[in-house]
Each structure stands twice: as structure tokens, then as C-alpha cells.
């Protein structure tokens, strides 16, 4: 079955450090989103992108973030200088659409602790 | 902006107890989606409505969507010890008669289920 592939699951950084999650969304999907997780907290929505560019993003999405899709199947989180709150689980999912009667689907998630 | 509240928070019930979960928007939504979370997992997708008043059913899992398009329901009948997780309810938004590809997730709630 078809899946969304994030690397690495796990990620330490120094605080100010940057970082790059990246994710491999499945093959025929459009739509990649960036949702991110504090523990024990729900989940909260970054940033979708279409047709290589933003098409949505939430406060949280800042300056210090940014998104690409450097080639045909990966799709990547960039935090240029971290800080200690951005300690997260961090969420790519991707749909075939972004309408009415399209599921989301999950990766693993990468977890980030700045330090 | 748009909320999506959830409760309960926690829910501790004993084998073959039933379960229910509630969800409301603050606003009108396009469609919900349901997902559960194992601890230290990813969210996976169980359901989606998308008509008001919409039922669904999936073994002991029983999903509704209000007519107002605003609230949901999640009921799980004779709970079992696979079905412990965090279950999510998360809407998709309606803004000038296009549906938002962005999810807008509840708190979750937690469910224990003791043998």
C-alpha cells in the first residue's frame, strides 16, 4: 500500500541550528501539507503547498520556516535557526486533492528536540 | 479563525463499555475526518463525512455529522483493548464556497480501555 515516507525519525539540533525534515508523498498526490505535534497536544496545521508554491500557511509558519519540492517526489521542512518550542513531532501528509472528499495521508513523523 | 473543540479530554472505560467522543466547529464545515493515534504513532485515517447528517458505520465504529454541518460524533460500541488511542476529529472549512484542503484538528480524546 501506497505510503508517505518522512526522514529521519528522529532529530537533535542545537538550539539556532537549521534543520530539514523531509518527506516523500505518495507518488500520484498534488497536495502536501506540513502539520506539526507538541506532545500530548493536537495536532496543528503549517503549511500546504500546491503546484510548487504556498497555497495555505498558519501563524506558525513564520519566517523561519520554509518549504520546497527540490525535485519530482521529495517535499521538505526547512527551520532555519530553531528554537527551543520548536520541539515537535513533525507531521507530512499529502492528498490526491484538497477538495471535499479527499483523505489525508500521514507519515511516521520526524521528532525534533532543540536543545 | 476557525476551532475545533473536543471532548472529552480523557475517557477511562472498562472492556466492552462503550465510547463516545464529541466534536464541534465554530464554524460550518466542508467535510470531517476522523483519525486515531497510537501512542508514539502517526494519525491514521478512519472516516471522512461529508453530507449533513451523514451516518457511518464501521464494525463497532459509529460516525455522525450533524445537520448543521458543525458538530460530529464518534461511538465506539463494546470497546476492546486495540481500540485504546487518541482519536481525533479534524475539519475541513468553508470559505467563499471552496473547500479548504488544510485540516483543522480537535484536541483529541484519549481513550484507555482496562481487561
Known amino acids: 500500500e501506497p505510503e508517505v515516507t518522512q526522514t529521519p525519525s528522529h532529530q537533535v539540533t542545537q538550539m539556532g541550528q537549521e534543520v530539514i525534515l523531509r518527506c516523500v508523498p505518495i507518488s500520484n498526490h498534488l497536495y502536501f501539507y506540513w502539520y506539526r505535534q507538541i506532545l500530548g497536544q493536537k495536532v496543528e496545521f503549517l503549511v500546504s503547498?500546491?503546484?510548487?508554491?504556498?497555497?495555505?500557511k498558519s501563524e506558525i509558519f513564520d519566517d523561519q520556516f520554509s518549504v520546497e519540492r527540490p525535485d519530482g517526489s521529495n517535499f521538505t521542512l526547512k527551520i532555519r535557526s530553531t528554537k527551543l518550542e520548536d520541539s515537535a513531532m513533525y507531521f507530512c501528509?499529502?492528498?490526491?486533492?484538497?477538495?471535499?472528499?479527499?483523505?489525508?495521508?500521514f507519515g511516521q513523523g520526524t521528532r525534533l528536540t532543540v536543545v | 479563525g476557525q476551532q475545533v473543540m473536543q471532548i472529552p479530554q480523557y475517557q477511562h472505560v472498562q472492556e466492552g463499555e462503550d465510547f463516545t467522543t464529541y466534536c464541534n466547529s465554530s464554524t460550518t464545515l466542508s467535510n470531517i475526518q476522523w483519525y486515531k493515534q497510537r501512542p508514539g504513532g502517526h494519525p491514521v485515517f478512519l472516516i471522512q463525512?461529508?453530507?449533513?447528517?451523514e451516518v457511518k458505520k464501521q464494525k463497532r465504529l459509529t460516525f455522525q455529522f450533524g445537520e448543521a454541518k458543525k458538530n460530529s460524533s464518534l461511538h465506539i460500541t463494546a470497546t476492546q483493548t486495540t481500540d485504546v488511542g487518541t482519536y481525533f476529529c479534524a475539519g475541513r472549512r468553508i470559505a467563499g464556497g471552496t473547500s479548504y484542503g488544510k485540516l483543522t484538528f480537535g484536541q483529541g480524546t484519549i481513550l484507555t480501555v482496562h481487561p
Open positions: 463525512l461529508v453530507k449533513s447528517g
Open positions: 503547498f500546491y503546484n510548487n508554491e504556498i497555497s495555505e
Open positions: 501528509a499529502s492528498s490526491e486533492a484538497q477538495g471535499r472528499d479527499t483523505e489525508a495521508f
